[in-house]
């Protein structure tokens, strides 16, 4: 029985995005006729780089597994690109495939052909960056933030093209307000879009780094930062002599699990100071006078 020829790294991805169990046939010299068509393989020297590409980093280990997969597997969807003249095309989508192939050695990739202007060049570029797994919150933020200033969408149209709610959409873009310190943090990984999302509810910038010192320094869960900025928030002078305090929100924490009510401790002195007891109900107050009872 003869063993069945061993198809290309190029042609294997191809074939099975084209529903073709046969092998695919490279052409390095596509024709006029064959790029309307859409999907043809061209030459990677014959590319340039997307200039509007946002990502401006790219792992080289993330770069050399993709390598590895291609070279394996093959390439399963073709990047996108558009034809800027005789024998050049530009990048519009998929530069990890790119640096992949280019990585292996291959001398064409499979590529989809796209008529497409520069703004239409960024919608697409920004619109499949954001779709990407491995971006921080703050890349994402500013590809949206990108698609309203320079594409013209709305938020809305941004939910239904992204498939996202309109306020995840609006919460991600807020995270741009945080100071630069702080989105810098989110993006190295030191502080979660929960992190972000509490420090923006207080405007003064230096109070937010104020707060994002704390956060580092005592390693904050979420739900602690948000304790931290609403007794900030209580403070009926927060930009003067502001201290800020942790020392009791885990004690806040227990007791407010232990009788299912916010509470918040103030401290007026060495071991001295006020418990305070949230309630928005008759109902959560007769509730609170129960538990005291037992």
Same mark, same amino acid.
Do not use: W
């Given at each position: 029985? $003869? /063993?069945?020829? !061993?198809?290309?790294?190029?042609?294997?991805?191809?074939?099975?995005?084209?529903?073709? *169990?046969?092998?695919?046939?490279?052409?390095?010299?596509?024709?006029? +006729?064959?790029?309307?068509?859409?999907?043809?393989? %061209?030459?990677? $020297?014959?590319?340039?780089?997307?200039?509007?590409?946002?990502?401006? $980093?790219?792992?080289?280990?993330?770069?050399?597994?993709?390598?590895?997969?291609?070279?394996?597997?093959? @390439?399963?969807?073709?990047?996108?690109?558009?034809? @800027?003249?005789?024998?050049?095309?530009?990048?519009?989508?998929?530069?990890?495939?790119?640096?992949?192939? =280019? !990585?292996?050695?291959?001398?064409?990739?499979?590529?989809?052909? =796209?008529? *497409?202007?520069?703004?239409?060049?960024?919608?697409?570029?920004?619109?499949?960056?954001?779709?990407?797994?491995?971006?921080?919150?703050?890349? @994402?933020?500013?590809?949206?933030?990108?698609?309203?200033? +320079?594409? *013209?969408?709305?938020? &809305?149209?941004?939910?239904?093209?992204?498939?996202?709610?309109?306020?995840?959409?609006?919460?991600?873009?807020?995270?741009?307000?945080?100071?630069?310190?702080?989105? #810098?943090?989110?993006?190295?990984?030191?502080?979660?879009?929960?992190?972000?999302?509490?420090?923006?509810?207080?405007?003064?910038?230096?109070?937010?780094?104020? @707060?994002?010192?704390?956060?580092?320094?005592?390693?904050?869960?979420?739900?602690? #930062? +948000?304790?931290?900025?609403?007794?900030? =928030? &209580? $403070?009926?002078?927060? /930009? /003067?002599?502001?201290?800020? #305090? #942790?020392?009791?929100?885990?004690?806040? &924490?227990?007791? *407010?699990?232990? %009788?299912?009510?916010?509470?918040?401790?103030?401290?007026?002195?060495?071991?001295?100071?006020?418990?305070?007891?949230?309630?928005?109900?008759?109902?959560?107050?007769?509730?609170?006078? !129960?538990?005291? =009872?037992?």
């Amino acid at each position: 029985m $003869n /063993k069945p020829k !061993k198809k290309s790294a190029l042609g294997r991805g191809l074939s099975v995005l084209l529903n073709n *169990s046969d092998s695919y046939s490279v052409d390095i010299n596509p024709t006029e +006729e064959k790029i309307k068509v859409g999907v043809v393989a %061209i030459p990677i $020297n014959q590319i340039t780089t997307n200039p509007y590409q946002p990502r401006s $980093n790219f792992s080289d280990e993330n770069i050399t597994e993709l390598a590895n997969s291609i070279k394996n597997l093959g @390439i399963v969807q073709p990047i996108t690109v558009r034809k @800027i003249g005789d024998d050049k095309f530009q990048l519009i989508a998929g530069e990890r495939r790119l640096r992949a192939s =280019k !990585k292996i050695g291959l001398k064409a990739i499979p590529s989809f052909i =796209k008529n *497409s202007n520069d703004e239409e060049m960024l919608e697409i570029a920004l619109v499949e960056n954001i779709q990407r797994k491995d971006l921080d919150p703050i890349e @994402i933020a500013i590809s949206l933030k990108r698609l309203i200033d +320079e594409v *013209s969408l709305t938020q &809305e149209q941004l939910s239904k093209k992204l498939g996202k709610k309109r306020s995840t959409i609006s919460n991600y873009i807020r995270l741009l307000r945080l100071d630069p310190v702080i989105q #810098t943090g989110i993006r190295d990984g030191f502080l979660s879009m929960g992190h972000g999302r509490s420090i923006i509810n207080i405007e003064d910038k230096n109070v937010q780094l104020k @707060i994002y010192k704390e956060i580092i320094k005592k390693e904050l869960s979420v739900r602690k #930062t +948000e304790t931290l900025v609403s007794k900030i =928030k &209580e $403070n009926k002078n927060p /930009k /003067k002599n502001l201290k800020i #305090t #942790t020392n009791f929100i885990e004690e806040e &924490e227990y007791i *407010s699990k232990l %009788i299912g009510a916010k509470v918040q401790i103030i401290s007026s002195g060495e071991n001295k100071g006020v418990l305070k007891i949230h309630f928005n109900s008759k109902s959560e107050l007769l509730k609170l006078k !129960k538990i005291f =009872k037992k």
